[in-house]
């Protein structure tokens, strides 16, 4: 599962909005996300990918989008992947 599909389903499960509305584009204050939202969000990845997401990264706005947050995901997704394979 890429990071997008996933991001995708866990976003369609906490909220009640349009797909097609689920761009890569869309910030996250515009999902109107809680903070249990932000962790079930974490721990999903940690889970599915073994990236963990600094809270931080949200607050300071380091993480805006949907697509930062994929990017982020699977940049880092790699980087274990290779530090694993060593």
């Known amino acids: 599962m890429q990071a997008d599909q996933y991001l995708r389903a866990a976003v369609l499960e906490l909220k009640d909005i ?16 809680d903070s249990l ?5 974490q721990v999903g990845i940690k889970k599915n990918f073994g ?17 930062d947050v994929c990017r982020y ?6 980087q274990a ?3 694993a394979a060593v």
Not at 37 to 41: G, K, L, R, S, W
Not at 51 to 67: Q, W, Y
């Open 51 to 67: 990236v963990a997401i600094d809270p931080e990264l949200f607050t300071s706005g380091t993480l805006k989008t949907l697509g």
């Open 81 to 83: 992947g290779q530090a």
């Open 18 to 33: 349009d797909e097609a509305a689920l761009v890569p584009a869309l910030t996250l204050e515009e999902l109107d996300l």
């Open 73 to 78: 995901v699977e940049t880092h997704r790699a």
């Open 37 to 41: 939202d932000y962790v079930e969000i």
